[in-house]
Every structure is written in C-alpha cells, then in structure tokens.
C-alpha cells in the first residue's frame, strides 16, 4: 500500500492504538528472539569483573593500571554490544532483572572485602582466589540475568 507523504506523516506520528501495540511487540520479540551471543563474551565479562575484583590485592602501583583496563575492557564490551544489536540495556533498568545486578553487586563487594582481607591480614595470594570466584559468578550472574530479562520482556507481550 501507497501512501502519499502527508498520509505515511500521519501514520508514523500518530498510529492508530492496534498498530502501535502491534509495533510494540514486534520490537520486543525481535529483542529477544535475536540475542544469540557467543561464550567469548561470558569469558571476556568475567575476565573483566576478575580484574576488577582483584585489582586491589595486588601490590602498587598495579591496582589503578589493572583498573583501567578492566574499564576500558568494559567500555569496549558496551561499543561491540551496540555495533553487534543495536542497543544496550543497562543491568538496573528492568523490574526484576534489576534484583539480579544488586545480587552481583553484594557478591562482588564481597569478594572486594576478600581481596582486601588478603592485602592487609590474609595470605598475600587470596586475590587470585577472588578473581576466580568473581570470574565464575559474573558468568553466572550475567546468564541468570538475561533469563529474568528476556522472561520480564516476554511476559509484558502477554
């Protein structure tokens, strides 16, 4: 069907509630349906959450250098995400997938108080430990947070 332009005007700043709904759940199902991301991005989030959590056990003036690779390492990982789907969520912005990233957020406090336990008191090498433990539940967390979003998604389609 032919519009004239006055016409596709009108319906593409004002349509009708059927076709704006319809709209709607098109994008969302498109959202979701085409999230297929390979493991290298896991292996490369939890070497990034790894550095992050770890950076402060280890001896200066290493912590801020391994700091801002991990940033940049994060900030890189949000470009190839938008190059790759053409947006970005952020982790606290749905509902419930929300409670998800404040979950990762206390365990990964956590596992920066081991760190620091082990730079100040414990055995000098828990910060390997804790960028182990912050590599896996990273993996973890990122995985149980893009079920409870897509499931969030889904359910405001029904």
Same mark, same amino acid.
């Given at each position: ?65 391994? #700091?801002?690779?991990?940033?940049? &390492?994060? *900030?890189?990982? =949000?470009?190839?995400? /938008?190059?790759?789907?053409?947006? $970005?969520? %952020? ?36 910060? #390997?430990?804790?960028?182990?433990? &912050?590599? *896996?539940?990273? =993996?973890?967390?990122? /995985?149980?947070?893009?079920?409870? $979003?897509? %499931? ?7």
């Amino acid at each position: 069907m032919l519009l004239s332009k006055s016409e596709s005007e009108k319906t593409m700043t004002n349509p009708n509630p059927e076709d704006a709904l319809a709209m709607i759940e098109e994008a969302r199902a498109g959202a979701t349906g085409s999230l297929k991301y390979p493991i290298g991005y896991d292996i490369l989030y939890g070497s990034v959450c790894a550095l992050l959590v770890s950076a402060q056990g280890l001896p200066q003036p290493w912590p801020m250098p391994v #700091l801002a690779v991990a940033m940049a &390492g994060l *900030v890189w990982m =949000i470009m190839a995400w /938008r190059r790759r789907f053409g947006w $970005w969520v %952020s982790g606290y912005s749905p509902d419930k997938a929300r409670w998800v990233a404040f979950a990762m957020v206390a365990v990964f406090l956590g596992l920066i108080a081991l760190t620091l336990y082990g730079r100040h008191e414990g055995p000098k090498w828990l910060f #390997l430990v804790s960028g182990g433990l &912050g590599f *896996v539940a990273s =993996i973890g967390g990122s /995985r149980l947070w893009m079920r409870v $979003w897509r %499931s969030e998604l889904n359910a405001g389609m029904k």
